[in-house]
Every structure is written in C-alpha cells, then in structure tokens.
C-alpha cells in the first residue's frame, strides 16, 4: 500500500470522493476554514498520471451556504455529476438544501441547483441503469430515512421511508444482480447497518453490523466480495479498508490506512489490480487529503 498527501492547502480539507472520468482520475472534496463553517466550497482536483500528481482545476462556490459533502456520480449521457448539501446562511425556510451541478469537462460547472425537499440530505446518488437513486435523512429529524429518485431530468422525487429508529444517516446504495441493492448505513451512537431490497425497493431487510461507522462507501471486488472504506472508531479512530459479510453483517477490517482524529470519508476506484482511494485525516498535522493505492493481492484472500 502507498499513500500520500495530496492536498493541504486550505484550512480544513475533507470529505472526498474519487472518479475516473475521461482517461484522467477527479477527486473531489469541501475545503474551509473549520469542520463546520460557513464557507465551505467543492474544490476538485485532476490527475491525468494514474494518481502520480494532481492539478487543482475548479471550485464549486456558494455565497449563500456551506457546500458540504460532494460526491461524483456518472449522468447516462455521460457527464459528471456532483451532489451534496448547501448549510444555508438564510435558515428562515430550513438550513439544509441538498443540490447537484453538472460538467462535460470537469473544469465548468453549472450552477448547484436544488433536489429533493428542504432539509432532507440526499447523500450519496447511485445509478441503476438510467434512474437515480439516493438515499436522505432528514437534518431535524435524524431517524427518518427517506429513498428518493430520478430520471434523467435529475428531479429527485421521494418513494418512501425505509427506515425509522436511532440516529440513521450517511450511506451508500450498492446495486447488484437482478435490480438488487445494499445499503450501507451509519447510525450514531450504535452499529452501523446493512440494509437489502429488491426492485421496487419498498420492502428492506436490516443487518445491524459488528461495529460503528462513519462515512461509508464501499464497491465490489472481481471476486464478488465487497470491500468498504469507512471511519472506525474502535480502539482508536481511524480509515479502515473492510471485509463486510452480507449475510451476517460481521465487518473485518482488512487494512488500515495512513489516518487518524478527524478522518475518513472515502472515495474509492478500482482500477486493473489496483484498488485507489482519496480520503482526508488529520494525522499529521491539519487535516488534508491523501491518496492510496492498494493492490488486490494485499488484501486477504477470498
């Protein structure tokens, strides 16, 4: 495994995702002056060497919020597309808009425009083919859990509630064979939970898993196995690369990346033999932006 910092040039740098996109690697992340701030923006960077260097190439800026948490996801007619949320300065509506801009360069973006419903945080998108899914908790009523989707308008409208009970929040849909999907869920202060459904995606099957989470993501391996890079916070706080069996909801952490403190939040590739992620940590000194890659053959055998 080799890591190495990326990005420290803001104050507080966090909250990452990672794509490849276009023959090039993007990595995007909120960069500010602290944790939370009001004026938290997307920079992204982009590395056409595999990861070797980056270019910092824009910044996706609101005067009227903190954008937090941008995650990349792939629009059917092939342009890039961030999400995340706006903290509004002006909170007599609510203080929570969940938004998403587009590219075709990765370099000029449209303007975020708002999905979903008022303080409802769509967090990450998954795409099933040509419909969108996103998975929202709701800012001022945290055990709600509410799936919305969209076609190709990007006009995200809501299902129905999948899940109610303790602090339910960040998480990843991961589809699978036969219109199947997984969810990976964090809750505060318990376990994290793993979550199942079938098309259409109204009746769900809970896990709850061997440990507590924090921003999760996850992707499957060649040899089916899912592989998810989430906060720990056992022992000691820290990035683990882990092993989650589906049927059981036992986490194994498999590695553990360069981390610690404030830290996590992943984006993950995987490319050829390798598996490549963008996270952030404050282990060496502010909190910054790292880059690792990971060779499947170090990880445990199936």
């Not at 023959?23 to 938290?40: I, P, Q, T």
């Not at 960077?45 to 609101?62: E, K, M, T, Y």
């Not at 908790?137 to 945290?142: C, E, I, L, M, T």
């Not at 999907?181 to 099957?205: F, M, N, T």
Request: net charge negative.
């Amino acid at each position: 495994m080799h890591s190495r910092c990326i990005w420290q040039q803001g104050e507080h740098n966090a909250f990452t995702d990672l794509i490849a996109w276009q023959g090039a690697l993007w990595c995007v992340f909120r960069e500010a002056a602290d944790h939370v701030s009001g004026d938290g923006m997307c920079r992204l960077l982009r590395s056409q060497d595999q990861g070797a260097s980056w270019q910092a190439v824009a910044c996706i800026v609101d005067p009227q919020a903190d954008l937090r948490d941008p995650k990349f996801s792939l629009h059917p007619d092939g342009r890039l597309l961030i999400n995340g949320v706006a903290a509004l300065h002006d909170k007599s509506a609510g203080s929570h808009q969940s938004f998403i801009c587009a590219s075709s360069d990765g370099i000029n973006w449209s303007a975020p425009q708002p999905i979903g419903d008022i303080n409802y945080w769509l967090w990450r998108i998954s795409w099933q083919q040509d419909t969108a899914y996103a998975l929202a908790y709701h800012v001022k009523r945290p055990t709600l859990s509410r799936l919305y989707s969209a076609d190709a308008t990007l006009k995200f409208t809501p299902l129905q509630d999948i899940y109610q009970g303790s602090y339910a929040n960040e998480n990843h849909l991961l589809f699978l064979e036969a219109n199947d999907v997984i969810c990976l869920l964090r809750r505060d202060p318990e376990p994290g939970l793993l979550g199942r459904s079938s098309a259409p995606y109204s009746d769900w099957q809970w896990t709850t898993l061997s440990a507590r989470i924090g921003g999760p993501t996850w992707l499957k391996l060649p040899d089916q196995r899912v592989v998810a890079c989430v906060r720990l916070y056992d022992d000691r706080v820290r990035t683990g690369l882990c092993g989650i069996n589906l049927l059981s909801g036992e986490l194994t952490e498999w590695l553990t990346l360069p981390s610690g403190g404030d830290c996590s939040y992943a984006g993950m590739v995987l490319q050829d033999d390798k598996l490549l992620i963008s996270y952030y940590s404050s282990h060496e000194s502010k909190t910054a932006i790292y880059f690792a890659a990971v060779a499947l053959s170090e990880l445990p055998a199936a």
